[in-house]
């Protein structure tokens, strides 16, 4: 099921971004074979395989790498596959014996995809990073936070799972797609921090033209604006407010009580000026009344206001259970695929499997298997 059905790719284990651009193959109905490490990297994080959801939706085999054996059978499967996934630093896949050269030597309608924090050339190309430092050097991170505040780490969303993961997948489709018109594979240089940089595109305009301010915490979408907020409530809990256009704004403040007059002596709530009392009001209205009772009242208006959920909490939210956004698998509680397509819809997510030898008879014939049995 999913659009994607009928597309094979083989996933060299990694972690972040690579499992996320699979999961995402994955969902949308590609045949994913992961090749695990005989030993998993310990990154710290102990838990069972099934909480690892970004292994959902696949099959995979464990292989060493360094073994020639193990090389072979994995040239071997690429000669049925439409792409590869790799997230290793650069130059790491050629030393084993799959780089490009060699798996497109193998199959030369093949799709390589590379996925690294710094890109596969400049001077940081070999050096060790995580998510927070490619977010750094974009200046996404620095805009990212309160006013006289540090910088904010956003979680990984920014970096590993916004702009490193669905990059590598969306730029490994459009080459499958040409590698369908033109017969020949090539490879895709996926970096986080050029994904993160091109996420950051409209605001690169902003800044350009003067109408964002460099210091974190002033501007309309950066929590410097009173109208794009979060408010606690009576109950301790938090509303998230956008109403930036004027009419959503307006119909906001009626709501919280005020009339016409009050209103117009707010003034413009575009201008600056305004924003210390119009806070103020805001702030002091919320915390009149708790969150529910909040959302309860204005949940079906245009005041763009919403409930700040916990993931815990977010499941019970009614749009969320009406789409179905978030499902329960095998206990766990995890987000539904993403899109929806009206005729080839994806599958209901399947548990992360640990790895079996029977995955093979997916990509293998019987000689093959017979050939390639065995540890490897």
């Keep these: 099921m999913g659009p994607l059905a009928g597309i094979r790719i083989i996933e060299l284990a990694g972690i972040g971004p690579g499992p996320m651009a699979a999961m995402l193959l994955a969902d949308m109905g590609a045949t994913v074979l992961r090749i695990e490490r005989k030993e998993p990297a310990d990154l710290g994080v102990k838990r069972e395989l099934k909480y690892n959801l970004l292994l959902r939706n696949r099959r995979s085999i464990a292989l060493d790498l360094k073994n020639p ?62 998510d927070i ?4 050097v974009t200046g996404v991170l620095d805009a990212i936070g309160r006013a006289g505040q540090p910088p904010t ?22 080459a499958i797609i040409e590698a369908r018109q033109s017969g020949q594979g090539q490879v895709v240089d996926a970096a986080v921090m050029d994904g993160v940089a091109s996420m950051a595109t409209a605001f690169f305009g902003l800044a350009a033209s003067g109408s964002w301010q460099p210091q974190r915490g002033t501007n309309i979408l950066d929590s410097g ?11 301790g809990k938090w509303l998230s407010v956008g109403p930036i256009e004027r009419r959503f704004h307006e119909l906001l403040l009626r709501q919280l009580g005020l009339d016409d007059n009050a ?11 305004t924003w210390s009392r119009l806070r103020e009001v805001l702030r002091t209205a919320f915390a ?7 959302c309860e009242r204005l949940a079906e208006l245009d005041v763009c206001v919403a409930p700040v959920h916990t993931l815990a909490d977010a499941a019970e939210h009614p749009q969320i259970k009406a789409r ?8 766990i509680t995890q987000p539904a695929p993403a899109p929806r397509f009206s005729r080839t819809p994806s599958a209901r997510p399947t ?10 008879e997916d990509w293998l014939d019987p000689e093959e298997l017979a050939e390639f049995g065995g540890e490897h």
């Design 288 to 294: 009149q009344r708790s969150r529910d009772e909040w």
């Design 263 to 273: 209103i117009r002596e707010l003034g413009d709530h575009q201008d600056r000026n």
């Design 225 to 235: 604006a009173p109208f794009y907020d979060v408010y606690p409530c009576a109950d």
């Design 69 to 130: 054996r193990a090389i072979a059978l994995v040239l071997r499967l690429l000669r049925k596959a439409d792409a590869l996934i790799e997230g290793f630093r650069p130059g790491v896949t050629e030393r084993l014996g799959l780089g490009p050269q060699a798996c497109l030597a193998e199959n030369p309608r093949l799709v390589y995809g590379r996925i690294t924090g710094w890109g596969q050339d400049g001077p940081l190309a070999h050096v060790a990073g995580h």
């Design 133 to 136: 430092n490619y977010i750094a």
């Design 351 to 360: 548990a992360p499997q640990p790895p079996d030898p029977a995955a093979l």
């Design 153 to 174: 780490p956003p979680l990984a969303l920014v970096g590993d799972f916004g702009g490193g993961g669905p990059y590598l997948a969306l730029g490994m489709l459009a």
């Design 324 to 331: 179905a956004t978030l499902l329960d698998i095998d206990g």
